[in-house]
């Protein structure tokens, strides 16, 4: 009968020094100096940490929100980690659906003025239109804040008409 207590004694320690190092080792990869010791996100890790959101861990853009988004994207990381193991370099993008910048950005659903530009994120955000079409530079773009300029604009819009300047820069009422 001792016998069996032991190896239940056993067992449970086993668990929890298994749990232990589970959750020491999701945290510890949730660092952004982690994800910059991979060479290819080395880039993306500099231009973050001159960014305006220098303070945000990685994970609160690139992974769904809750312990199941978290062990998705901890899952693709593996897949992406086996392939560097490989030499199979890839560049690597992280997903950033708008969800994830509405989460903190909740005013940009009325018309933001900037620079006395008119930015009518609504109208955007109505038309399913990613916040990163327009701000992908904004955090890992080159150093410093990364405003969005007219060629990003004339991706979409016709910007160099003279007659259409009027739609875009006048003041907010």
């Known amino acids: 009968m001792a016998r069996k207590y032991v190896s239940w004694q056993v067992l449970i320690i086993v668990l929890i020094v298994v749990g232990a190092l589970g959750y020491g080792t999701i945290k510890y990869t949730e660092r952004p100096k982690f994800c910059a010791s991979c060479h290819e996100i080395e880039p993306a890790y500099t231009s973050w940490s001159t960014s305006t959101h220098d303070g945000i861990n990685c994970m609160e853009c690139h992974a769904d ?7 998705k994207r901890k899952l ?10 490989l030499g199979e370099t890839e560049n690597i993008e992280g997903d950033v659906p708008s ?3 509405i989460k903190c950005h909740e005013e940009i659903e009325t018309v933001s003025e900037s620079d006395q530009i008119n930015i009518p994120h609504q109208k955007h955000i109505g038309a399913n239109i990613e916040c990163t079409a327009c701000h992908a530079e904004v955090v890992h773009g080159s150093t ?7 060629a990003v604009c004339s991706k979409c819009h016709d910007v160099y008409n003279p007659d259409k300047c009027i739609k875009c820069h006048q003041k907010v009422s």
């Open 65 to 71: 929100e809750g312990k199941i988004g978290l062990i």
């Open 76 to 85: 693709a990381a593996s897949k992406e980690i086996y392939k560097h193991l």
């Open 99 to 101: 969800e994830r910048c």
């Open 144 to 150: 410093g804040y990364r405003s969005p300029g007219m």
